[in-house]
């Protein structure tokens, strides 16, 4: 009989382990990862403090897996892109939700234009046209000889030009996570001119292009770059027009959507806090590549924790709502209507409020 000692056992374990890092390091995988050195995180203290403020909030209806935005018609209603391609409405005083229509996509970002017609950031066909009649038209499924490929979020200027992001020209919305591993700003935002018809690249190398919001005086435009924590101003007139600069940088999570309240006040749901492995991991292109190759379940994930900013004109944190339970986790827009804030979600099946902070 052979016996095994245990110095013999932990050879094994020690070329098993050596194995099965040379098998993971070998295996490719459609990701070209690049050097970056994150930001030290902001502590969650002072006017980044946690509180209860989003933790209960009102569920105004439960209408379908992940809300993603929310945005209030001419009608008075509600209106939501879920997962499963639906658009759907909560009509005043109801708590239910009733379809209005399918892209046969996944709807993320909605803005109503004056003539009432719905504009979607679908992830899977573009921007969209939805009229009254629940007609559906594609404006834009490629832009100067691209694709597009994960329209995120859409909003229209005081002049009509309709601004929407491409999140990433590498990866589709079925595969975000391996965009942040990789972290090649290839995210766009785009200008398109209904008038004209014509679509054009007005920012590119972006780190996720995600929320975007136009100032009030149509001056500018505000877009979050998710996997850099930050917010980018573009302006659009005066002087600095066709430039970019810094708006907010180094946030405490990932900015998802942004919505500009009546106030000036540039609200901005977080989809989930900063990861501090997927920090440390920035810089060393070779680990996320073997990140890359395991499985769903053992790579970094967002924590379940509900947050949102209101941040001022000069990019300060002027509001600050958290939801530590994780009841509201994911949360991918936080929308002024009226005196209330609506929650959306990226996994959520319910749109919920929370009062409107005045102060």
Same mark, same amino acid.
């Given at each position: 009989m052979v016996r095994w000692d245990g110095r013999r056992w932990r050879w094994i374990a020690l070329a098993a382990c050596v194995a099965l890092v040379g098998y993971l390091a070998a295996w490719p995988v459609p990701i070209e990862p690049i050097a970056w050195q994150p930001p030290v995180a902001p502590a969650l203290t002072g006017e980044l403090a946690p509180n209860q403020q989003l933790t209960n909030a009102d569920v105004v209806a439960v209408v379908g897996e992940g809300p993603e935005d929310v945005v209030l018609g001419p009608d008075g209603a509600w209106y939501s892109g879920l997962r499963d391609g639906r658009i759907v409405r909560?009509? /005043?005083?109801?708590?239910g939700a009733e379809d209005f229509v399918s892209t046969g996509g996944r709807p993320l970002g909605l803005a109503f234009a004056d003539d009432g017609s719905l504009l979607v950031a679908? !992830?899977?066909r573009g921007l969209l046209r939805v009229d009254r009649d629940g007609e559906i038209e594609v404006l834009v499924d490629e832009v100067e000889g691209t694709p597009v490929l994960f329209a995120d979020e859409v909003a229209i200027a005081p002049d009509g030009t309709i601004w929407f992001t491409d999140a990433s020209t590498r990866f589709g919305v079925d595969d975000y996570l391996t965009d942040a591993l990789e972290s090649r700003p290839t995210g766009r935002l785009i200008a398109f001119d209904p008038a004209t018809g014509t679509a054009r690249i007005a920012l590119a190398g972006l780190h996720f292009a995600n929320g975007v919001a136009v100032a009030h005086d149509g001056a500018s435009v505000f877009v979050a770059e998710t996997f850099s924590y930050r917010i980018t101003r573009f302006w659009i007139t005066g002087d600095k027009a066709g430039t970019s600069e /810094?708006? !907010?940088?180094?946030? /405490?999570?990932?900015?998802d959507n942004i919505s500009l309240g009546e106030s000036g006040t540039l609200w901005v749901a977080l989809a989930a806090p900063r990861n501090a492995l997927l920090d440390r991991l920035g810089p060393h292109p070779w680990a996320r590549k073997v990140v890359a190759r395991l499985p769903t379940a053992v790579r970094p994930k967002p924590a379940r924790y509900g947050l949102v900013l209101g941040l001022a004109a000069d990019g300060s944190v002027q509001h600050n709502l958290h939801d530590p339970s994780g009841r509201w986790a994911m949360l991918t827009s936080a929308v002024p209507i009226g005196d209330v804030l609506a929650l959306g979600s990226l996994h959520g099946h319910a749109i919920g409020r929370v009062p409107l902070p005045t102060n």
């Open positions: 909560v009509l /005043p005083g109801q708590r679908d !992830a899977k /810094p708006f !907010a940088v180094n946030l /405490p999570g990932f900015p």
